[in-house]
């Protein structure tokens, strides 16, 4: 018998038994290749200190986790994006607009899986500073807030609000729209790229609500758009997309993160967006105007999941006549 079967002895290392010729807690960490100043150990139930891991002696039977730091969550085969230097793993993007309370809103962005809010920036209610805010409901700590201009009809309204928006919670990523006029809530895309140009050169991230325009996109992203948002139809329509070729031209030409905004009716329109190969929908009126806000919420993460999944995948060929499915070769 030789001299390491000789001194072999059983132990338990994180949940599994292990045989060992280590006799300090140190030689077992070597052995397992682990460097020993990125760990911690316990032995039998006590917190081994790193620096004394050499004397702490190993005996038949002895139970030891050992630890180490790693990201929280499970990232194992994410499909994550980026944008601004921050990384999201919903691809889902929500309002807090429409919804009969704060609590169907929280419900809802529970449901919806999303991690980004967009959030309007309007005046305290003076008359009663007691009165509930959104931030009781939703907290800006978990959640990513994205402060937006909704309602602004020129660059001057919108940086304006935004420069609040960052002196009351100090937030950068912000959601830009400028508006044409109150009927189609369409944007002025004259004004917007003002305003672009305006707020990345006083530090903001601005990621910009447009029309689906291939060209204008492209000058948004040269004036500092971290994001471009081309609407899918007008604001609250319910349409769906209603011109994928421009938008799947915006996705093909951008070097940033392409979002469809707007016109969302349900849960096969945010799939489509999703098949055009976009980083992303944003979508408020589609699920808070639902008669159950909150089973849509559940319907739009899914169907978000599965449109990535059909982009990745490769949709199959489209053909002008049938193929069949089986072989014709050997029918009876």
Same mark, same amino acid.
């Given at each position: 018998m030789?001299?390491?079967?000789a001194?072999s002895i ?5 949940g599994?038994?292990r045989?060992?010729s280590?006799?300090?807690a140190?030689?077992?960490?070597r052995?397992?290749d682990?460097d020993p100043?990125r760990?911690?150990?316990e032995h039998?139930g006590?917190?081994?200190?790193r620096?004394s ?6 005996s038949?039977g002895?139970r030891l986790?050992?630890?180490?730091f ?5 990232h194992a ?6 944008v ?5 793993t ?6 807090t607009?429409?919804y009969? +309370?704060f609590?169907q809103? $929280?419900?809802a /962005? *529970?449901a919806s899986g #999303?991690?980004?809010?967009t959030?309007?920036?309007r005046?305290v209610?003076?008359?009663?500073p007691k009165?509930p ?6 907290d800006?700590k ?10 602004c009809?020129t660059a001057?309204e ?6 609040l ?9 912000v959601k830009?729209?400028v508006l044409?006029?109150?009927r189609?809530?369409?944007p002025?895309?004259r004004?917007t790229?003002?305003a ?6 006083e530090?903001?991230?601005?990621m910009?609500?447009?029309a +689906?325009d291939?060209?204008a $996109?492209?000058? /948004? *992203?040269e004036a500092? #758009?971290?994001a471009i948002?081309?609407?899918?139809a007008p604001?609250?329509s319910?349409?769906g997309?209603?011109n ?6 915006i996705?093909?030409g951008a070097k940033?993160p392409?979002l ?5 009716g349900?849960?096969s ?6 098949e055009?190969?976009c980083d992303?929908v944003?979508m408020?009126?589609a ?11 559940r319907?739009m993460?899914l169907?978000v999941?599965a449109g ?5 995948a490769g949709?199959?060929?489209?053909r002008?006549y049938a193929d ?7 029918l009876?």
């Amino acid at each position: 018998m030789s001299e390491t079967q000789a001194t072999s002895i059983t132990v338990t290392v994180n949940g599994d038994s292990r045989s060992t010729s280590a006799s300090t807690a140190a030689q077992l960490v070597r052995e397992l290749d682990l460097d020993p100043a990125r760990v911690a150990v316990e032995h039998n139930g006590e917190i081994a200190p790193r620096s004394s891991l050499a004397e702490v002696a190993l005996s038949e039977g002895d139970r030891l986790e050992i630890v180490h730091f790693v990201g929280g969550g499970d990232h194992a085969g994410q499909d994550s994006w980026s944008v601004a230097g921050r990384t999201f793993t919903s691809r889902l993007i929500v309002g807090t607009g429409k919804y009969k +309370d704060f609590e169907q809103n $929280a419900a809802a /962005l *529970e449901a919806s899986g #999303a991690e980004i809010v967009t959030v309007a920036v309007r005046r305290v209610n003076v008359s009663d500073p007691k009165a509930p805010m959104l931030t009781d409901y939703i907290d800006p700590k978990t959640v990513t807030y994205l402060p937006n201009t909704a309602g602004c009809f020129t660059a001057d309204e919108a940086i304006r609000t935004l420069r609040l928006a960052r002196e009351a919670g100090g937030w950068d990523l912000v959601k830009l729209e400028v508006l044409g006029e109150a009927r189609t809530l369409y944007p002025d895309m004259r004004e917007t790229l003002k305003a672009t140009e305006v707020l990345a050169k006083e530090g903001f991230h601005p990621m910009v609500y447009c029309a +689906d325009d291939p060209i204008a $996109a492209q000058q /948004l *992203e040269e004036a500092g #758009a971290v994001a471009i948002m081309p609407l899918g139809a007008p604001i609250g329509s319910g349409l769906g997309i209603q011109n994928r070729v421009t938008i799947r031209l915006i996705v093909e030409g951008a070097k940033v993160p392409v979002l469809v905004d707007a016109g969302v009716g349900t849960a096969s329109d945010a799939a489509v967006a999703m098949e055009l190969g976009c980083d992303g929908v944003l979508m408020n009126t589609a699920i808070a105007e639902a008669q159950d806000p909150i089973r849509m919420a559940r319907a739009m993460k899914l169907a978000v999941e599965a449109g990535r999944d059909a982009y990745l995948a490769g949709r199959m060929a489209t053909r002008k006549y049938a193929d069949p499915s089986s072989p014709l070769a050997g029918l009876i």
